[in-house]
């Protein structure tokens, strides 16, 4: 087989390409995409029924959540985009794999942190930031696994014999070089141990950090490498040119400088500065085009083709994820404009979006790339059509079911918060009452994620009976003049040459990134503000910063958001309105994305321990109706005290004013603290024992929330805003 | 399918004149114009961003802050008409709860909004025992009952349910509380808390 006929000028060279390493890829992604849409659906059954927690502190929500978020970005896409990039590549650049030991590498290091990453998860070790919250030794392996990946992309770029690089490896190129900065910035910690670290930044700052990370992580991870995929894949699996160059120029540079401004767009109505929150969303709703740019070029490369669509799942599958992204890149300028997104955040609508995309878009484009490259690089041809389309079925219905049931959860949901009566009363004033209302959603989605989950495992067997039908064949060779036999073209645009120059691509890619992300973090991070000064907050006692180590573990983030917005529904049900100052501490910040149960800002004081204690060990004896897990292990777990000194020393170094002597007492301390609680509960029959037990400790955090906020405008030093009068 | 040789792909009639000489492992790129729709979607969405933006941040519009200090006024004014009715306990309309229809409504919201705190027949637990002579804050009357109900009480952990309930409701969960006075309890009555005073 030759790549081109052989042409007059140029020595032809001769090569093949590394499918070992892709085959690796893809086994990978599908054996992850497995287990993260199990624990999806499982994770949507514990918000059907709490029962579904088992009891069992390694399954419930708050850990299982982020090993189902993490296992589907990074485990199961991840490996997808990895399969996709090199297969894509080499081709492109028509020059095999610049490193195949490295890419080996790689793999075997991504899956070592997808496994213990997602051990360490169901254990309790997490950072607290969604998307972010393997600790610091993942965070360091993720590092090098991503610069190999880099390295690589470049390499093979060097040892090209095709003079211009096509719009796909401008998206690779993007991807690289924006996720690299991204996760390094986000991941900059203090160790407390192997497995223990704090962020350097601490509340406003590590808000706009973390989704400035967040955000991005959507657009650079789940978005850029599958229009990189999409721009390869569509056009060789339709036969058809790409609709325009053109667009493909001004919206990939468009897509990439806009994107990076967006993240502001998780923090509107919070404490982040007011500019930033603007500036976040309208950078938002520019996006649009931009990302439609893409969508149009994907759809219209298919014209005069569309009879094709009908009968083969590749297309099938990728017209129809291009649809989806459209879908869900409407959306997301629609829910970031401040109205609409106050009604939205919080709630399930978000839910949907996100599943819009990372269903709609993601797997769908997996499942269509997948489909194209498995029959080609095992030498055989797809085992069933008919299954490939069942799944699709099955897929699509399921995501319906998803979205559907999310609208109608989250819409739900945000105007009975809202709900007030002419007296200025809350109409459901029990948090609860909303929660039991969108119950019925929850089954809906749970059994739209059963659909999806069975679709999956349809494309499991069909690539299995695929595999084990292969027939061995020697590597292919091909053929193709070097590149320095390229002549330059004639009457090349400034970007045409640019494209023979992926060095310099690389660095604008670079540029084009960095300006958003400059001029959006400096001000608030260089900002002496939102650090610890004179300010009218006390730091964490020993206890409270146990107990705050508790609530991260068991990622209470999760489910309840501590972050009360200025309006006066949020007044009425929570309390005073969250202040920039009360987060200076707060390593990392917990205001969180979903409130599945309620805001926990102002929940300090407002119940005794007592009430506390009786809703971890049995939340419904309290608060009937509550879909919320079963702690009951507080009771018996020790609180670590051991790595105590460690963790207020290096909060010290971090610029909170603990002195030499409340890091010396800081263990006697907490056991005073402890016992305080303790014997406030035997009053009420529990025993003693329970003053060492993490119960305690979460308690005495629980109760220091919104403490200072409440104290400080007692004494005059804060006026609370709620009057309207100031 | 496909195939790695360009000269597979299909071109359309009309895009003859478009194919561009690119040819990426046999992808070939067309020369269509950005459709005039998309660019004014794009031109749309960067001068609304603008406007909006300069609005907001130089022209006065007004800061969350603000808006949030606005719509408190109005609603501190609906919350002090209603409270201004809510405060006054008339002894005439409560009397019309201590009767048997309306023990049974109090029984209702006291199990919809006390129990968590107070326990069945308010034999206390989070909150005091309620059927003991002992009060924390009441003087044992109805009135100071119904007050204690309205206000709250913060340090007590006691929420004002004025906010939250009508004013028939808590009249209801007064009368009612007044009613289980010696109640006697199966099993995990709370010991007494604050200073006995019968009731009136």
Redesign the interface.
């Known amino acids: 087989m030759s790549t081109e006929q052989v042409s007059h000028q140029g020595e032809m060279e001769q090569f093949s390409y590394d499918d070992k390493v892709v085959k690796k890829y893809i086994l990978a992604s599908l054996f992850w995409g497995f287990a993260a849409l199990l624990a999806g659906v499982t994770i949507a059954f514990q918000l059907s029924s709490w029962k579904f927690n088992f009891g069992l502190e390694w399954l419930t929500f708050g850990r299982l959540r982020p090993l189902h978020t993490n296992a589907a970005i990074f485990a199961f896409v991840g490996n997808a985009i990895f399969a996709g990039v090199f297969y894509s590549l080499q081709r492109l650049a028509k020059a095999r794999l610049f490193n195949s030991f490295m890419a080996n590498f790689q793999f075997w290091l991504w899956q070592l942190i997808i496994a213990g990453g997602g051990l360490s998860l169901l254990l309790g070790y997490s950072h607290g930031k969604e998307y972010a919250e393997l600790e610091w030794p993942f965070d360091i392996a993720i590092a090098i696994a991503w610069v190999l990946f880099g390295v690589n992309i470049l390499g093979t770029l060097w040892k090209r014999r095709e003079k211009h690089i096509y719009v796909a490896i401008w998206f690779y190129i993007s991807t690289f070089v924006t996720v690299a900065v991204l996760h390094i910035v986000n991941s900059i910690e203090i160790p407390v141990s192997l497995m223990k670290s704090y962020p350097v930044y601490a509340g406003v700052q590590d808000a706009l950090v973390q989704w400035w990370y967040g955000h991005n992580a959507v657009a650079f991870f789940l978005t850029t490498p599958f229009l990189g995929l999409m721009y390869y894949f569509v056009p060789k699996a339709a036969n058809r040119p790409v609709y325009s160059y053109r667009l493909s120029i001004i919206h990939f540079w468009s897509l990439i400088f806009l994107y990076i401004w967006a993240g502001p767009h998780h923090l509107l109505y919070s404490t982040l500065p007011e500019w930033a929150q603007t500036v976040g969303m309208v950078f938002s709703v520019a996006l649009w085009a931009p990302s439609w740019g893409g969508m149009i070029n994907g759809l219209l490369t298919l014209r005069g083709a569309w009879d094709k669509v009908r009968r083969d799942p590749v297309l099938k599958f990728l017209a129809t994820a291009v649809t989806f992204y459209g879908m869900a890149t409407f959306e997301g300028p629609l829910m970031s404009i401040k109205s609409v997104n106050h009604l939205a955040h919080f709630t399930d609508w978000v839910v949907g979006h996100v599943h819009s995309g990372t269903i709609g878009w993601n797997y769908m484009m997996v499942a269509g790339i997948f489909y194209f490259m498995i029959p080609r690089i095992w030498n055989t041809t797809l085992y069933s059509v008919k299954l490939a389309n069942l799944q699709f079925w099955t897929a699509t219905i399921g995501l319906l079911m998803y979205m559907m049931s999310m609208w109608t959860a989250g819409i739900t949901q945000g105007l009975m918060w809202r709900a007030l009566d002419d007296g200025g009363r809350l109409v459901y004033p029990q948090f609860i009452e909303t929660v039991v209302k969108i119950i019925p959603m929850y089954w809906v989605r749970a059994f739209g994620g059963v659909l999806i989950l069975i679709g999956f495992m349809f494309m499991l067997y069909n690539i299995f009976k695929t595999i084990q039908q292969a027939k061995k064949e020697e590597e292919p060779v091909y053929q193709a003049p070097a590149l320095s036999s390229a002549k330059p073209e004639a009457h090349a645009g400034t970007h045409r040459k640019l494209e023979g120059m992926p060095m310099v691509f690389t660095i604008l890619a670079l540029l084009a990134i960095l300006v958003g992300s400059l001029i959006e973090l400096v001000p608030t991070l260089t900002s002496h503000k939102y650090l610890a000064q004179k300010t009218f907050m006390k730091p964490y006692s020993p206890l409270e910063l146990v107990g705050r180590d508790v609530y991260i573990k068991e990622g209470c983030y999760v489910c309840h958001s501590q972050l009360v917005r200025p309006s006066p529904d949020e007044y009425i049900r929570y309390g005073t309105v969250s202040l920039a100052e009360e987060h200076v501490y707060d390593r990392p910040f917990q205001w969180g994305s979903r409130r599945i149960g309620p805001d926990l800002a102002r929940v300090g004081g407002k119940y005794n321990h007592m009430w506390h204690y009786k809703h971890m060990i049995d939340p419904r004896a309290v608060t009937p109706g509550s879909i919320m897990p079963v702690y009951d292990w507080l009771e018996t777990k020790k609180y670590d005290h051991k790595t105590l000194r460690k963790k207020m020393k290096v909060m010290a170094s971090l610029g909170v004013p603990y002195s030499e002597d409340e890091i010396d007492n800081a263990i006697e301390n907490a056991k005073a603290q402890a016992m305080g609680i303790a014997n406030e509960l035997s009053e009420s029959g529990v025993s003693k024992d329970i003053a060492d037990k993490e119960m305690v400790a979460l308690i005495a955090y629980l109760q220091k929330l919104g403490a200072d906020v409440k104290q400080a405008i007692k004494d005059g030093k804060v006026i609370d805003k709620a009057g309207g009068a100031e | 399918?496909?195939?790695?040789n360009k000269s597979?792909?299909?071109?359309?009639d009309d895009?003859k004149a478009l194919?561009?000489?690119?040819d990426?492992?046999?992808?070939?790129?067309?020369?269509?114009?950005?459709?005039s729709w998309?660019i004014a979607?794009?031109v749309g969405?960067?001068v609304?961003?603008?406007l909006?933006?300069m609005y907001?941040?130089w022209a006065g519009g007004l800061?969350?802050?603000e808006?949030?200090?606005?719509?408190?006024?109005?609603?501190?004014k609906?919350?002090a008409?209603?409270a201004s009715k809510v405060d006054v306990f008339d002894q005439k309309a409560y009397s019309t709860w201590t009767t048997k229809v309306g023990l049974a409504k109090g029984a209702e919201v006291f199990e919809e909004n006390c129990m968590?705190?107070h326990e069945e027949n308010g034999k206390g637990?989070?909150g005091p025992n309620l059927t003991d002579e002992y009060w924390l804050l009441s003087d044992g009357t109805a009135e100071s009952v119904y007050s204690i109900v309205n206000k709250g009480n913060?340090d007590n952990?006691m929420p004002a349910w004025g906010?939250?309930?009508s004013k028939d409701e808590m009249y209801a969960a007064t009368a009612y509380v007044m009613s289980i006075q010696g109640f006697e309890h199966k099993s995990g009555a709370k010991e007494p808390q604050g200073k006995k005073i019968p009731r009136k």
Do not use: R
């Open positions: 399918m496909s195939t790695e597979e792909n299909i071109i359309l895009e194919v561009l000489d690119h990426y492992d046999g992808i070939q790129e067309l020369d269509h114009p950005l459709p998309w979607t794009f969405t960067v609304f961003g603008v909006y933006g907001y941040l800061t969350l802050e808006e949030y200090a606005q719509d408190m006024l109005k609603i501190n609906a919350k008409e209603l968590t705190c637990d989070i913060e952990g906010e939250v309930i």
